[in-house]
């Protein structure tokens, strides 16, 4: 047992116990503080697999923007704790424990099988040439401007595909369609239209 | 050195906390966050399988995951935002017509 | 137990311990005495006195301030979400002063005076305790430690920092909180983007992203006068770079004139409202660090670092050097808090997204082409 172990024991439970976090909690905001800590475990674990640039990549992507913008979603939309919700069918839990026994034993059987030594990486700041080394920079640049190069391309009109679709979804409408919405819905008399968008306004 | 299957069990827990997390939440926001935790316990698997392999590819590929969520978050919460606007809801439960 | 004690590299991590220490000791000042030499100099350019009574000319001041804040009555209002509450100020400063490893403050393999009998000293306390050490402290590295892609480490713990102020918004449960945190918040993710991107205009004569080795880069002379800094590097997409970067590295730190979100006549005090006593002290010295984090990105990456004249015979002038460098970047920001009014918050967001952001793309081709043409 050596001090990579603890470690590693460490992380994976504090990211258990934070996704558990993520799906039992009333409060969405709470949720999303779990997942970001899952994703903060994650990049430490990726650092100990030598992607140091993917674990940068993941707090700077994932836990920086995209749970920022689940954040502000979360406080905009002013999303307040749900209700409880009522159990319809309750007879499945009985069938779902021991169905999970059974995933666990297989997982625990079949996950014996693929211990094999590992390669040795080279530490970047030792050698001279740094793109020879596992997950640094240089060597996912290397590979990304040479093997994956189309996927990479394709990525980039993926994101400018968001950006577009994402601004067309979330632009207010016009007074015709508000005013069928709110008709829709069953309007409040004399109401403005949809004060649903005194949410969204900052 | 922490045995490979020791990730890939961590890997398969959090992806099957996420699976329950989308069957059994009602409110859309977290159960989109519930599909984000399953892109990363696959992120990890792909991670963890690069590094015993020494195969850079691994990586690669999750960087390409990661730039596809985070494509698909931002369209997915522009169609929350109109979802509410449109239904003064969050609750998946609610939305089970396509007419108003 | 034992197995766990021998796996650890220890003589390393206590080095880079006592290393971080004495570094954190060093920041913890500099903010401290940064908050008394804004104070002045703000005086100076406004044409009064500022505090000079504690002390000799007022020297002690952040010692009565620190006294003052600790002595505060420390209230939280009822209706705040306690947990979020607490949390706030801990996610602003933690990841603030986490960045402080990275900082390149002189150059590597620097001879310590008094190396040998440290060594001596140290050898034998580890090998009196069952260790077998053979460390050699004569010479030293003036920094904590060098990643392989310090330059995102930066990127990634400012990307943390945005949480601190918009968990405080929120849990304060106070409309000019709400509004505030949201504010600054969204105003710093829009002027990150033109601070990497900037950054990665600079990174083609900078060769790594690694903050020590881009300081190694930049020695040396061109003509035998003009130092090889980055910021004259690829002429002129260095100084467009190095203009972009100022300007977003005010506008992330929420200083003047970029401060709407937390101005006291506009928000009350944004999302700092609702806090008191060490808390507001925590966010305080939290935007000073962070001000200290973007002044050392911009001597390290634009104005090269610990280079200097003499840098070569005295290694230890290499630390002087830096030190002046970023001096004169936080005295940039308190000379702009006096100087300039502050931006509307629509001015705000249309510059940084409408003109910025193109800036600094277009920036990166040019600075591509030069590069292809003239590298």
New interface residues.
Partial sequence: MEIIHLLFLGLAALAVVAAFNVILQRNPIYSAIGLIVVLCCLAALFLTLHAQFIAAIQIIVYAGAIMVLFVFVIMLLNVREEESRGDRQKYLKWIAGPLFIALLAEIAAVLRLVDTPAPAIANPNQIADPSTSLGTVESIAHGMFTDYVLPFEATSVLILMAIVGAMYLARRGSQAEMDRIEKALGGQGEAEPSTADDHVAV | MVPLSWYLALSAVLFTIGVVGVVIQRNVIVLFMCVELMLNAVNLTLVAFSRFLGDLNGQLFVFIVMAVAAAEAAVGLAIIISLFRNRETLNVDEADLLKL | MS??LN??DLPYILGALIKIALFWVFIMITVAYMVYAERRVLAVIQNRLGPNRVGWQGLLQPFADLIKFIFKEDIIPLSVNRA?YLLAPVVVLVPAMMVLIVYPFGPSSVPLPGGETLSNIVNTFGNSLGFDWALDLRRINLYVT????GL??V???T??G??GI??AG?ASNSKYS??GG??S??QM?SYELALSLSLVAILIPAGS??LIKIVENQGGTWFGFIPRWNILALFPAGLIAFGVYLISAIAETNRVPFDLPEAETELVAGFHTEYSALKFALFFMAEYVNMTTVSVLAATVFLGGWQGPLVGTYPWLGFIWFIGKVFFFLFLYIWLRGTLPRFRYDQLMNFGWKILLPVALVNIVLAAVIGILFL
């Fill in positions: 197995s766990v796996s650890i979020l060098n990643f392989n892609v995102l480490y990127f990634a713990l990307s943390l945005v949480y918009v968990i929120w709400l509004l949201l504010r918040s969204a993710i992203l690694d």
